[in-house]
């Protein structure tokens, strides 16, 4: 296959589909006892409802969505240090698009620039570091948060900064690791997922040895998948294939952009600017060991953590979100209390309402209407 249109192609969908009915009957999975699959990756969420797949695939397959929006997972207190280090008056504070909206617990990055904060949308880290360039006598902190996918592109930023002899930037080191947190979620009480499709887009950074343990110390499978149609419902497949033949293998679906051994040079710049946290604190999930990652001591000039006191701020969830229950697979988002009423993308009072990855986001997108307005 070489064109995107091979993977959307409703013949090849038919084919998958027809042998997803056939192995789930096989299985004897039915409605009411069904095969969980969780789709790590918001990516996925959003491709599974953007091309209908949910409602596409056997009823007696659910897809549970799982922790792989980094915005999603941010703590409130997070938040509030954000804003705090962006309210400081020598501060140009840069960060992506969907991180600006996501609430604190007394406002949001979006709400801090309407009362004068100096906060900057920006593509890339490397935009933080020119406008650093261009603001000799600011202080440019850039908020880093994502999963392995964005930390090359962090630590290839900050090299580039020591190498060119950038003073004032930074970096309010947020990015996060997605293999503990996949462990976590498979010790959880009452867990009860039968096998995961693997997220692509970090596979292509770290590979696929790091979920061995799934197979080997788990026995689930999981398949690193596509985004397209046709590589979701085929992952779909090779999953239930392996439960069939009572087996728990890492496989790889994504293989035209995921190398088993990952991206070395990524990997090396990981390697060099970064080391793990002894924990880390994601929303919903409480605090996971070695989960997130920090600055090296060699880059600690580059650490906005060691150039400004961070308050530190830890704050509960309001009581009527329930990102955690949705994180965990627990619950679907439409069964969340305050879904579609007073939590909307334009009122989001959870993070998996802001990001165009989060669950909350995909259904309120594309499955509203039959979860609220039939209900109304
Ligand atoms: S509807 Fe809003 S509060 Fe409820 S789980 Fe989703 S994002 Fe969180």
Not at 16 to 24: F, M, P, V
Not at 352 to 361: D, F, H, I, T, W
């Amino acid at each position: 296959m070489k064109y995107v249109d091979e993977f959307r192609d409703p013949q090849a969908a038919r084919v998958l589909l027809r042998e997803l009915d056939l192995s789930i009957e096989r299985l004897g999975a039915t409605p009411s006892k069904p095969l969980q699959i969780m789709e790590v990756c918001g990516g996925h969420t959003h491709a599974i409802f953007r091309y209908a797949l949910k409602d596409l695939v056997p009823p007696a397959l659910e897809f549970v969505h799982g922790p792989g929006c980094p915005v999603c997972v941010l703590p409130m207190g997070r938040v509030d240090d954000c804003v705090a280090i962006a309210r400081r008056p020598e501060v140009i504070f840069t960060t992506f698009g969907d991180a600006m909206r996501v609430p604190g617990s007394q406002m949001s990055l979006l709400q801090a620039r309407a009362e004068g904060a100096d906060v900057r949308m920006v593509y890339s880290p490397l935009d933080a570091l020119a406008l650093a360039e261009a603001n000799p006598t600011r202080e440019v902190v850039f908020f880093g948060l994502g999963f392995e996918t964005t930390m090359p592109s962090t630590a290839l930023t900050v090299l580039d900064a020591e190498r060119r002899g950038i003073k004032n930037f930074s970096l309010f080191c947020n990015h996060i690791t997605i293999v503990p947190t996949i462990k976590a979620i498979l010790d959880s009480p009452g867990m009860g997922i039968h096998g995961f499709l693997g997220p692509g887009h970090v596979a292509m950074v770290i590979g696929t040895a790091p979920f061995e343990f799934i197979a080997t110390e788990y026995k689930r499978p999981l398949v690193v998948a596509g985004f397209e149609p046709i590589d979701i419902l085929h992952s779909l497949l090779m999953v239930l294939r392996q439960l069939e033949a009572g087996e728990a293998k890492i496989e790889n679906q994504y293989a035209r952009l995921v190398d088993p051994n990952g991206n070395r040079v990524a990997l090396e710049a990981i390697t060099r600017v970064f080391e793990l946290r002894e924990f880390f604190e994601w929303r919903g999930l409480g605090s996971i060991d070695h989960s997130g990652v920090r600055m090296r001591a060699p880059y600690a000039r580059f650490d906005a953590e060691k150039k400004f006191a961070i308050p530190n701020v830890r704050i509960a969830d309001p009581k009527s979100c329930q990102c955690g229950e949705v994180l965990k697979g627990a619950i679907k988002p439409f069964q969340c209390k305050v879904f579609g009423r007073a939590c909307t993308p334009q009122t989001p009072l959870g993070a998996l309402m802001v990001s165009s990855e989060g669950a909350c986001a995909a259904y309120y997108q594309y499955a509203r209407r039959a979860h609220i307005e039939t209900a109304a």
